[in-house]
């Protein structure tokens, strides 16, 4: 399709950066003569592309007849973003807006020019992507050194036919070989995907019939053929499903299999394995999306409005499993029934515009987290403070997502943690939490959904957080919970004095000392019991033992219910033997909360003044002083609810019961410092 003679005439500088006096005289650089109205949506009606983009967001019905069809529009840069919009006027009225981007010279030399009748060509568009990373972006390649799986599916071996075979590379599995990764749902257990058992490993190893595999399976075959790639891991072929001692040392090795892969394919709309990459819900509309218009040396992307920001979503990003295969991988194109996604530790992009670096989801303004100790607070250990933070909401993140067993729960985040571990030298992992963050990353609270949302790991609507039937963890861990796990009691509000704006890998400003003192509340012991093969997975059992001030309460029978900020919270009264309330109690699962039990509140640390959740109204009233009062806080502690569980010789063993708040210190006077054991 050619540009009609009005278009060819642009002037080459019309997109050229505008300048600091733009709207000033200068501003008629940025001016040129186009059709009248009429004129030019007979020009798109003819097959101008540039006429067709323009036309989309003409706005002209309000305009006599005379007018369109005599008096000439004038397309000028736009008062709102200039630097990236312009539009058409008649005379001080603009009339249409439209969205501008400079190809840049090296996607000019990679791509074809995008076209209004033609689709992009996204095979060409996808190996640029991944030779481009491999060339040029080198913190892409900071994860593990080059590994190679235990078994992967060649899909050279029988080109012509298109069928795949099943290879085992124990021979020698330091002998690497390019291959890409799938990551997609399995759906539920009654459709589930193809899998490798005992009993078929020997015919799998002979060939796999393509149109045997399913849908999305298929679609991960003709993708990376077309990558030029000749391996392909899917978890559901390459380990034995039906072998626990296969399928616990292979689960172990998913930070080598996503990290060393070339690029991970995220089948992100498909609920199974039989929904495929694309998922084509409308008839394709002829909206002309977008118009690469060639200026001299010059290429300009030009679009009828903005186009869609950068966002994943999706059946993919609801399951478990998804996110360490997105942590993990060093490249991942996304597949979806909108459009292509590209996403690597240097970029994020698009079909739409392949070369734009979308805002990188890590960087939104959000809430800062508390201080662990005084070496944080003088910005000795910023980095411990930043790891502390990512782990917090790769949790909060983790706990909302679906598994079909609940006992994968730790092991299907062992991959991340032997990432973290591997190359962020955290210490010990002990059942999902990091002894280098205690005791902070002790007071983590369940979250009660409101009752028309649905409850994480393959739960039904209106189910609150529970206890799995089987054993997965021991009670300080949030992985012994089935429910969406926050950290709110350790972060500080986002505004107000209490450092402005920030991003969340900064540390806040300094505090005083006595808002990162836990008093005499200290680790003595942190030990669990988990498989050789994965020492970051399944727990069989665990304890922790502790030294701090413990003081006794008294459960009330009454509970509440509030929200604050989108999060909901039910608290529990904490009473003193004289029926004052002292504290309240969020418990971990409601249903095991007994009224008029006793508790044991063991005090952690302080609570801080400026945090993010603030204590609330109905226990203000019955507490001197005003809500959220620092003199208020100074005198309330925050810690951990225990109750007893049973005994070890002569001494107390206790699990824990929830989180406790707002705790009046006068609970804790006089009492002696405790060594006690949590299971």
């Known amino acids: 399709m050619a540009l009609c003679t009005v278009c060819k005439g642009i002037p080459t500088n019309f997109f050229d950066p505008t300048p600091p006096s733009f709207f000033s005289p200068s501003d008629r650089l940025f001016h040129y003569r186009h059709h009248t109205p009429s004129a030019l949506r007979l020009s798109a009606a003819k097959g101008c592309p540039m006429c067709k983009i323009l036309e989309c967001q003409l706005n002209d019905d309000w305009l006599p007849q005379k007018t369109r069809d005599r008096q000439q529009l004038t397309m000028k840069r736009a008062i709102i973003d200039p630097e990236q919009a312009f539009g058409l006027w008649m005379g001080g009225d603009d009339i249409s807006h439209n969205t501008f981007f400079h190809v840049p010279p090296s996607y000019q030399k990679a791509l074809p020019s995008a076209r209004v009748d033609k689709n992009d060509n996204e095979n060409i568009l996808m190996r640029h992507w991944i030779s481009d990373c491999v060339a040029n972006h080198g913190r892409c390649h900071e994860n593990y050194p080059a590994h190679c799986p235990t078994r992967l599916l060649n899909l050279v071996r029988f080109w012509n036919s298109g069928d795949i075979v099943l ?100 089948a992100l709309d498909s609920e199974d394995s039989n929904g495929g990459f694309f998922r084509v819900t409308e008839k394709k509309s002829d909206f002309p999306y977008r118009y690469d218009l060639s200026l001299g040396s010059q290429r300009i992307r030009v679009f009828p409005c903005e186009p869609n920001s950068w966002g994943v979503g999706g059946p993919l990003m609801d399951r478990a499993w998804t996110l360490q295969e997105r942590g993990l991988s060093n490249r991942i194109l996304y597949f979806s029934r909108g459009e292509l996604l590209w996403e690597c530790k240097t970029l994020r992009a698009s079909a739409t515009l392949p070369w734009l670096q979308y805002k990188a989801y890590d960087s939104e303004p959000g809430p800062k987290l508390m201080y662990n100790n005084a070496e944080e607070a003088s910005g000795q250990h910023n980095r411990s403070y930043t790891l502390r933070h990512r782990w917090f909401g790769t949790v909060q993140d983790y706990s909302q997502r679906k598994l079909t067993y609940g006992k994968d729960k730790l092991i299907a985040l062992s991959g991340l943690a032997h990432d973290y571990a591997e190359r962020e030298q955290r210490g010990k992992y002990a059942a999902g939490l990091w002894e280098v963050d205690m005791p902070s990353a002790l007071l983590w609270r369940t979250h009660q959904y409101p009752p028309d949302m649905s409850q994480a790991i393959n739960a039904d609507p209106c189910l609150p957080p529970q206890r799995p039937s089987a054993y997965r963890a021991p009670s300080w861990s949030w992985a012994s919970v089935d429910g969406h796990i926050i950290y709110d009691s350790q972060m500080l509000e986002s505004d107000g004095e209490h450092g402005g704006i920030w991003l969340p890998d900064d540390p806040p400003s300094p505090r005083e000392p006595s808002e990162y003192d836990f008093g005499a509340f200290r680790i003595q012991g942190l030990e669990t019991v988990t498989s050789p093969s994965d020492p970051m997975g399944a727990v069989s059992a665990g304890h922790i033992t502790l030294t701090g001030l413990v003081a006794t309460a008294i459960i009330d029978k009454e509970t509440f219910t ?118």
């Open 167 to 266: 290879v085992e590379r124990e021979e020698d599995p330091d002998d690497y070989i390019p291959y890409t990764t799938l990551s997609h749902c399995w759906g539920a257990p009654t459709r589930g995907p193809l899998t490798t058992t005992l009993a078929n490993l020997a015919n799998r190893k002979e060939r796999i019939r393509f149109d045997e595999l399913p849908l999305t399976f298929q679609d991960a075959v003709n993708t990376t053929r077309k990558l030029k790639i000749p391996y392909l891991w899917i978890d559901s072929l390459c380990i034995i499903q039906d072998s626990p001692s296969d399928w616990e040392k292979e689960a172990a090795k998913m930070a080598l299999v996503y990290s060393g892969s070339v690029c991970t394919l995220s």
């Open 562 to 679: 509030i929200n604050r900020s989108g999060w909901d919270s039910t608290y529990v009264w904490l009473r003193d033997p004289e029926g004052l309330i002292v504290g309240a109690l969020l418990a971990d699962v409601q249903t095991e909360v007994q009224p008029y039990e006793d508790i044991w509140c063991v005090s952690v640390r302080d609570e801080q003044d400026g945090a993010e959740v603030k204590m609330p109204e109905e226990l203000g009233k019955v507490n001197s002083g005003e809500v959220g009062d620092p003199f208020e806080r100074d005198g309330m502690i925050m810690g951990l609810g225990l109750v007893k569980f049973g005994k070890e010789g002569a001494a107390e063993i206790f699990r824990r019961l929830g989180l406790v708040r707002w705790v009046r210190k006068e609970l804790f006077v006089g009492k002696e410092v405790l060594t006690i054991k949590i299971v």
